[in-house]
């Protein structure tokens, strides 16, 4: 009895720890593949829409495209709004925010993707 007591706890463990080290394998593909989304981006326009998640990350609409830019580390106090303009240019980490004032638009910020 001790021996097949001894084997289950043995199987549980194993499948604990396989499950486990499968999440952290599917968690690293999936920001790897969520990073390489991000840098394939070319975005050029103004803001038609913005939404924000439960985590507070924007996806913007731009010319009818959605773009989800939770890899930029945009901060929850510096929202982007409707009518923003955003640059970034492919392969490149850049994304450039505009706003819009009296004479213009102006830099307001510039976020880095995360590595």
Known sequence: MDGIKRNKKIEGLIIFFLGGALLLINGIYSSKKSLKEALDYHIIGRVEQVHYDEKRFP?????????YLNEFGIPKDKPIDVGDSIYKKRDDGLLEHYKRNINGFYLYKNYNVRE
């Open 59 to 67: 996806t913007i609409t731009i010319k009818g495209q959605d773009f």
